[in-house]
């Protein structure tokens, strides 16, 4: 399953999401509107790009959304969780924390 890196992390979140059976892909330097977005079972993000949902609809095998930092007001939470799109969100000043819960969650995938 393919995971989408829209801003930089911590490098052992990719380590062990490749350790569990993931492909990570990164794109940090796209526009929105050049992303590829089809295909992907998870999108980690910081802020760099809103998730609305013109930007859902075009993620058709999207299961989840990380948000690396505190607060999810870049994410249409709403129509995300409308979708059956999991959201997870943790304080910047928590990043291993978040990553070490998204390791969690995409276990039960």
């Avoid at 794109?27 to 998730?51: A, H, Q, T």
């Amino acid at each position: 399953m393919k995971i989408l890196h829209l801003d930089t992390t911590h490098p052992f979140l990719g380590k062990e999401l490749e350790k569990i059976g993931f492909q990570n892909y990164y794109d940090f330097k796209s526009l929105k509107s050049e992303l590829k977005l089809s295909g992907y079972f998870g999108i980690v993000i910081r802020s760099r790009i809103p998730i609305d949902k013109d930007f859902i609809e075009k993620c058709e095998n999207l299961k989840f959304i990380a948000r690396i930092g505190s607060g999810t007001e870049n994410i249409d939470t709403n129509y995300a969780q409308k979708k059956g799109i999991k959201i997870i969100s943790t304080p910047e000043g928590m990043l291993m924390q978040l990553e070490s819960t998204c390791l969690e969650c995409f276990c039960l995938f």
